[in-house]
């Protein structure tokens, strides 16, 4: 059968439902994958690098010879959030101010919950204003007897 | 009320033989509850529960800023920048009598003004209760106190 004449011959039985297809031009029982996948496998590559070079546009730094390298002001620093830095605080006082821990080991000397400490006190009596340290010593006034290294965080010195 | 019949501060004072407005109160005059807050401030109040909760709270409102809850003199205007105050738990001020943290309340001391006007006598007291209270909990001997070795971490 000629190619021209395909489509003119009525031979078969046409199915107005399905169309008209002219006979011979019937999709075929099988999709061919192959090219599907080359086809979808290509715009993924394209998009993945069309994405990774967009980012390394955008990421890709140029230093001037003015520029400086962004640096660390000593403490203390601006506040991003004061609320937070309260509740941190707070938080990590409260730990302290509530917990049993060790504070020296060797020569037993601990942390106790500061309610039980005042419960302790209270059965003492008069005897709680005595210092812990005896025999009790009025600081020379003037003097700060070396408070600043005892009491300083090392790792708050700066900015004063 | 800015029309009546007064004398100027510091104005002249017919009525006066010194013929000044501004009187001194005569010799010997005391303040009203001037003794009793002189005796609250000389004698130290009995040591019970509800006083050392006063100067817990007394205690967490005015000198947390500074002197910190734990009272390392950590606060948070410390951290901020501001001059670290002494430690509670250095020898010096563990050794010091609880007078001594009274009058510096009275006083002030260093960059610490006076908490005189802010701080009734009775509330310094407890305040220094409280600061006994927070020297034994940051450094309780282990010995010392019966049945503490099996809190312990």
Redesign the interface.
């Known amino acids: 059968m000629p190619e021209a004449a395909r489509g003119q011959l009525h031979t078969g039985v046409h199915d107005d439902v399905v169309g008209h297809a002219p006979p011979g031009t019937e999709a075929p029982d099988t999709i061919a994958l192959r090219p599907i996948l080359i086809t979808g496998a290509c715009i993924a590559a394209f998009t993945a690098a069309t994405l990774g070079g967009l980012h390394l546009y955008y990421r890709t730094e140029i230093k001037g010879p003015l520029q400086q390298a962004p640096r660390d002001f000593p403490e203390?620093r601006l506040?991003a959030s004061p609320a937070r830095?309260?509740a941190r605080?707070?938080a990590e006082?409260?730990a302290?101010?509530e917990g049993?821990?060790?504070?020296d080991r060797e020569r037993?000397?601990?942390?106790?919950?500061?309610t039980?400490?005042?419960?302790?006190?209270?059965e003492?009596?008069?005897a709680?204003?005595?210092?812990?340290?005896?025999?009790?010593?009025?600081?020379v006034?003037g003097s700060?007897?070396?408070?600043?290294a005892?009491?300083?965080?090392p790792d708050?010195g700066g900015?004063? | 009320m800015r029309q009546q019949k007064r004398y100027a501060v510091y104005g002249r004072a017919a009525l006066f033989p010194d013929g000044a407005e501004a009187r001194t109160p005569p010799d010997g005059a005391v303040a009203i509850g001037a003794l009793d807050r002189e005796a609250a401030f000389r004698d130290p109040p009995a040591v019970d529960a509800a006083l050392l909760q006063r100067g817990r709270q007394r205690y967490e409102v005015i000198c947390t800023p500074c002197h910190g809850y734990t009272g390392h003199g950590d606060g948070m205007i410390v951290r901020r920048g501001f001059p670290a105050p002494p430690s509670f738990h250095e020898e010096r001020l563990r050794a010091a009598p609880a007078r001594y943290v009274v009058t510096v309340i009275t006083e002030g001391y260093g960059v610490m003004y006076p908490y005189a006007a802010r701080v009734e006598p009775r509330d310094r007291w407890a305040i220094a209760a409280y600061i006994r209270a927070l020297q034994l909990a940051q450094g309780a001997r282990v010995a010392g106190i019966p049945g503490l070795v099996e809190k312990l971490p």
């Open positions: 203390p506040q830095d309260l605080m707070l006082e409260r302290r101010l049993y821990g060790w504070v037993g000397i601990a942390r106790i919950p500061v039980e400490a005042m419960r302790l006190l209270a003492r009596g008069q709680a204003y005595a210092a812990p340290v005896q025999p009790e010593v009025t600081p006034p700060r007897g070396g408070a600043r005892a009491s300083a965080p708050r900015g004063r």
